[in-house]
């Protein structure tokens, strides 16, 4: 992580003098673990995706605060990498988990714990609980098993992933280190509710392969 001065170019050019930098803090472990660089390149790759490309000549761009919070969530989730890489307690669908609730959270598309997306019953109070990728959100079993053709979970993993995702909504970042999953597919079905929600697909990522 560097913090850059950058210095006067022409308009017409799109490229950028560095006038002054400083390495902020940079990784030292996930450079050892190839599962950990894995996972750092898939973040990349989606906050890539996410971002809008900044034009340096514009003069309000040190006003506009449109990218801080994605900034915010990857630079937190790469220090979090960091810590787990050197305490050799890395798990990449932990971190893919956590780093795509943060930034459905950021980006106000986080799926309702509350109620039934369908039909409004609390959801603290059900043992089953459905994520349904195509409605925002979380559905009680009853109200899933009248629907035809909607993309749900298994119950399981459903109830698992709503339990995972409240802990991740209600924790700092650094206070993530212990979060435990018994089913792993409640990390693909977050995977696949993100994509939905931001219209992309799979084999756009093309680190996703190396981390599932």
Known sequence: MFRVELGQSRSTSELYRAKEWQVIWSYESIR????????????????????????????????????????????????????????????????????????????????????????????????????????????CGECVGHLEGVKASSPLEGRELWELLGVVANQRYQDLKELKMEHYGAVTLLLHYFLFQFQLEEHQLKSLKMVL
């Open 32 to 139: 050892y673990n190839h599962r950990a660089f894995s996972i750092m390149c898939l973040f990349l790759e989606i906050i890539g995706m996410l971002s809008i490309q900044d034009d340096l000549h514009d003069e309000l761009i040190e006003d506009d605060r449109t990218m801080v919070g994605l900034f915010r969530v990857l630079s937190n989730a790469l220090v979090h990498l960091e810590a787990s890489a050197k305490s050799k307690t890395h798990d990449s669908r932990r971190e893919l988990l956590i780093f795509l609730g943060k930034i459905l959270i950021e980006q106000g598309v986080f799926p309702s714990r509350e109620a039934c997306a369908f039909c409004d019953a609390q959801l603290e109070k059900l043992g089953g609980t459905y994520l349904v990728i195509d409605h925002g959100g979380f559905a």
